[in-house]
């Protein structure tokens, strides 16, 4: 089948790529010459664990091109993705016009039938507009009588993952009231839908609505967790412990309950804001996601409150080792990351920065630049060279088992400040190493927490 995606970034990237390694006939359209021109020479403009591969291969085999023409696009394929960027206006609503922008274009383009597929996340009632605008550009043109469709097919990728979630996805949400349409999606979706069904066909609005409702519950478990991790810190409880306790539950699982220091990248952050708008407009208060939200701007401070009670307050002029800028393992994505709450805390504190990342680093220099405070270390180990203490911000697998004699010898204060509760209190303690974690004092101190800790 011949399928056409709007957007090249990380949903339309790994959408077009799977497709085309599925047999399908892929061209992806971005109006950003630059980056069409570096994925025609082979340069993927994101890190995304077999993504280059799997574009590289397509590429070469004709099954996946790009183009900045969007007549190529329109005329390609019958199916049309709509997967470009939604970012937050001023309030934090989610921005429309790059979703407005393509349904305008297919509108203006197509000269035969199309299905216009939503795959962008996007608010309740988005399809219906991106349907008036088809509608409207048609009639403009006095070619109202090409048929066409707009259905909503919400993406649940993980960053870290995607290629994976894609090939092997856990559901397919499909969001149309036409069998035509929804026998089309079945044809286009069946390689990934062979082992056992996973389409899950449903009104137009309720697939949007899908894919906000669990991204907002996925978050506020983090934020459940987190919450309780604080208080643990006070009671001197486990929260390690308490989450093996709770997950044990099947009614609640193991999965996003590991406290930590936040969720960040470019879906949690953005769908919670959205939706908690959403629900202004409706003049209908979201309590518990506002809470949600709070809850995890506080949390990116909690390891800096550690750190200026170790160092009585006063960490101007110190040197801090940090290991991992991404806000989660596998990606490169440093938006809303943790890391860069406490890197900017330090800063304005006077205090310096050694990073490594395995992946982010040339990101944190598009990010932030050449400055004094600032030093991009080639290995973890470099890290640590005249540093006070060593932060671990990003839980990469690199970081799991390091030679803590080594850490213990280099740093000028024997301790690790760590907000993914990567190691364990009491071997760290052998070692020689005082150790902070979230949720996790009980075990390193048996100071009250409003009291100094060291």
Known sequence: MKATVFGTGYVGLVQAAVM???????????????????????VIPIFEPSLEEIVLSNRKNGRLR?????????????VQFIAVGTPP?????????????????????????RIVLVKSTVPVGTCDQVRRTIEARLSKRERSHIPFDVASNPEFLKEGSAVSDCLKPDRIILGTASSETEAIMRELYMPQNRNH????????????????????LLATKISFINEIANLADILG??????????????????????????????????????????????????????????????????????????????VEGRTFALWGLSFKPNTDDMREAPSRAIMESLWEK?????????KAMDECRRIYGDRADLILVEQQEDALDNADALILATEWKSFSAPDFDEIAAKLK?????????????????????DYFAIGRNG????????????
Do not use: W
């Not at 309030?91 to 429309?96: I, N, P, S």
């Not at 930590?260 to 202004?280: E, H, L, N």
């Not at 204060?413 to 190493?433: A, E, T």
């Open 66 to 78: 790009f183009t900045t023409d969007p007549e190529v696009g329109v005329s390609h394929g019958l």
């Open 350 to 358: 006077g205090a310096s920065i050694r990073a490594y990342d395995p």
């Open 413 to 433: 204060s024997p301790v690790i400040f760590d907000g993914r509760n990567l190691y364990d209190p009491h071997q760290l303690k052998r070692h020689g190493l």
């Open 89 to 113: 206006d001023e309030d934090g609503a989610a921005d429309l016009k790059y979703v407005l922008a393509v349904a305008d274009t297919i509108g203006s383009l197509m000269s035969e039938k």
């Open 443 to 454: 075990l390193t101190s048996s100071a009250p927490a409003d009291l100094p800790i060291k």
């Open 237 to 314: 409880a486990d929260i390690e412990m308490v989450r093996r306790g709770i997950g044990s539950d099947p009614r609640i699982g193991y999965h996003f309950i590991y406290a930590g220091i936040g969720y960040g990248g470019s879906c949690f952050p953005k769908d919670m804001q959205a939706f908690i708008r959403t629900g202004d407009q409706q003049k209908y208060d979201m309590h518990l996601l506002k809470a949600v939200e709070a809850r995890n701007a506080t949390q990116k401070r909690v390891l800096l409150d550690k750190i200026l009670r170790y160092f009585d307050g006063n």
């Open 20 to 42: 085309a390694a599925s047999g399908h006939e892929v061209v992806c359209v971005d109006n950003d010459a630059e980056k069409i021109a570096k994925l025609e020479q082979g």
């Open 197 to 216: 069904e996973k389409m899950i066909v449903m009104d137009v609005r309720s697939a949007e609505m899908t894919k906000y409702a669990a991204n907002t």
